[in-house]
């Protein structure tokens, strides 16, 4: 299995920027697909963006798309978010998945990932 820890959250101004990490341990990184997904308060937890191992294919929601990228640096263990032109309802907490079945595709199944405890993003408007 794998240990993802995320870091990075805080409270940001509306327009502003924020990368978040998840750091991960345990079993081989590169051959576990990785994604984004945010909970925001009294809101069903929702994708927010994929990579698959080698970092192709990648996938947004459309409502991050062009404002964050995601990425990751085998050498390091670590997933990243690059959070750009935030927005009072981008405000949620953020958690990284990881899932073995889905290195190639990016198509991650929540039901069977690996979770991390996530990390709280606020944006002010």
């Known amino acids: 299995q794998v240990q993802l820890v995320e870091s990075g959250g805080g409270l940001v101004q509306a327009g502003g920027s924020l990368r978040l990490s998840c750091a991960a341990s345990?079993?081989?990184?590169?051959?576990?697909?990785m994604g984004w997904f945010r909970q925001a308060p009294g809101k069903e937890r929702e994708f927010v963006a994929a990579?698959?191992?080698?970092?192709?294919?990648?996938y947004y929601a459309d409502s991050v798309k062009g404002r964050f990228t995601i990425s990751r640096d085998i050498a390091k263990s670590t997933l990243y978010l690059q959070m750009n032109n935030l927005k009072a309802e981008d405000t949620a907490v953020y958690s990284c998945?990881?899932?073995?079945?889905?290195?190639?595709?990016?198509?991650?199944?929540?039901?069977?990932?690996?979770w991390g405890q996530g990390t709280q993003v606020t944006v002010s408007s």
């Open positions: 998945a990881a899932d073995r079945e889905a290195f190639r595709t990016a198509v991650l199944d929540t039901t069977n990932a690996y």
């Open positions: 345990g079993r081989t990184f590169s051959m576990y697909a």
């Open positions: 990579i698959s191992w080698n970092s192709d294919p990648t």
